[in-house]
């Protein structure tokens, strides 16, 4: 058995797990590991809504006390705890992975309503995660769950990464620590996967109060202490917040330095401008030397049906979850939240099927708006959109929030690299 500190991702691991997030670095970000890791914990406490689930945030108040809740009622079975479905998961389920670590997150979190499922049949159970490429194994006990409220569970958990030479060593130690009548199921797992299940493990047991006393079932000098709670798909509000570490785009640190072509972009010096060059140029000649309409965008005003449909959309980037964030009917009459703050970002233009030809339908990556540009508001920019969407099948372009419902948009520079969205 070897020290856990040896099973951290690594730097690479961490981009491509945030990638499998929906947080997207720029390619050849220069971000340190250490950034990299405190960005990962703010994800995967995202990702199982800490912030909703402790509205006293635990780190302020020395941690979470497990003393102060009580065990688990069993109302609902911890299987369907566990299954948290967000529409930022549909999202996902939509993705294509160039990298088989991006599927550590997406994995973990089919994982642990399956580990749910187990738990609901056992009291206390193991499960066992083998990667047979490398014979490794983590292995996890459970014991308590306690209610923090009545929707949400959390496991006090003990586990222990094993490694062997062969099959049959790593047999032998996973028999070693699990007695064969607690054996829960055992999963295949690759290594990333397993130190992203160790990661959120030991991030978990920080949030804990040194306070709460560790039942001595629990302590076992083989093993370290962590919990699980349900977990899901980060929400699009949490994956724009998470995708931006820092000023300067490609390190994250502070900036000095303003890209003299389009004043926009900032860097902390001129290396990373220079490296950042690639990312950059495409929106630095759309910025510099394109035509820019002003546009005013407005909610789809002709149909409840598609009344309906903006409202739909524009839940996805709440919790479905937090019924009382859910907008109602007096959405359309708000302007959507700016979550893109001062940048420029790619939008996608369609004229939607069925409809007059009188209006382009406008949307981001996420869809945090879903707008319509329409020829009686926007004359001039509206002909320049037709004209650009009969020649393009896809058609993005570069925007800029100006005001509530009013945009700054660009359409004879197309970007270099099209997204895939
Ligand atoms: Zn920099
Ligand atoms: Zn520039």
């Known amino acids: 058995m070897s020290s856990l500190e040896q099973h951290n991702l690594s730097r690479d691991d961490i981009i491509h797990v945030l990638k499998g997030m929906n947080i997207d670095l720029v390619p050849n970000t220069k971000v340190n590991a250490a950034r990299l890791k405190t960005r990962l914990g703010e994800a995967l406490d995202a990702a199982q809504r800490f912030s909703t689930t402790f509205p006293d945030d635990p780190d302020a108040v020395g941690g979470i006390n497990l003393s102060n809740y009580p065990l688990w009622k069993k109302r609902t079975p911890v299987v369907d705890a566990f299954t948290r479905r967000t529409w930022a998961a549909i999202f996902q389920d939509n993705r294509e992975y160039e990298d088989q670590r991006q599927l550590a997150f997406p994995r973990l979190i089919q994982l642990i309503p399956d580990i749910g499922k187990d738990m609901d049949q056992k009291r206390i159970g193991y499960v066992v995660l083998k990667d047979m490429t490398v014979f490794r194994a983590l292995i996890i006990r459970f014991f308590s769950t306690f209610e923090i409220d009545e929707k949400t569970p959390l496991v006090l958990c003990n586990y222990a990464v094993v490694e062997e030479e ?12 699990t007695p064969e009548d607690q054996r829960g199921r055992a999963y295949p797992m690759t290594d990333v996967e397993q130190n992203l299940f160790v990661t959120l493990l030991s991030l978990n047991r920080k949030h804990l109060s040194p306070r709460f006393r560790l039942p001595a079932v629990v302590r076992d000098d083989r093993c370290d202490v962590g919990f699980i709670l349900p977990i899901g798909s980060l929400n699009m509000k949490d994956v724009i917040r998470l995708s931006k570490i820092g000023d300067c ?7 000095h330095h303003t890209c003299k072509a389009c004043l926009s972009a900032r860097y902390c010096g001129r290396d990373c401008q220079r490296e950042d060059w690639r990312n950059h140029r495409s ?37 479905d979850s937090d019924e009382n964030q859910s907008p109602g009917a007096e959405v359309l009459d708000e302007a959507p939240p700016n979550y893109h703050g001062d940048a420029y970002y790619l939008v ?23 707008l319509h540009l329409s020829e009686a508001k926007n004359p001039e920019a509206f002909i320049a959109a037709l004209f650009a969407v009969a020649r393009e099948q896809k058609m993005y372009r570069w925007v800029h929030r100006e005001g509530e419902w009013e945009w700054k948009i660009c359409f004879d520079r197309i970007p270099e690299r099209l997204p895939t969205w």
């Open 166 to 177: 062969d099959e049959e060593t790593l047999e032998d130690s996973i028999a070693d620590l």
């Open 249 to 255: 785009p490609l390190c994250g640190e502070e900036t």
């Open 283 to 319: 929106l630095c000649r759309t910025i510099s030397t394109g035509k820019w309409y002003n546009i005013t965008l407005e909610p789809n005003p002709f149909s409840a049906l598609m009344s309906r449909m903006y409202k739909t959309s524009i839940t996805r980037y709440y919790d």
């Open 348 to 370: 996608k233009l369609q004229v939607p099927l069925g409809a007059d030809a009188n209006q382009v339908l406008v949307y981001d990556q996420f869809k945090t708006f879903e």
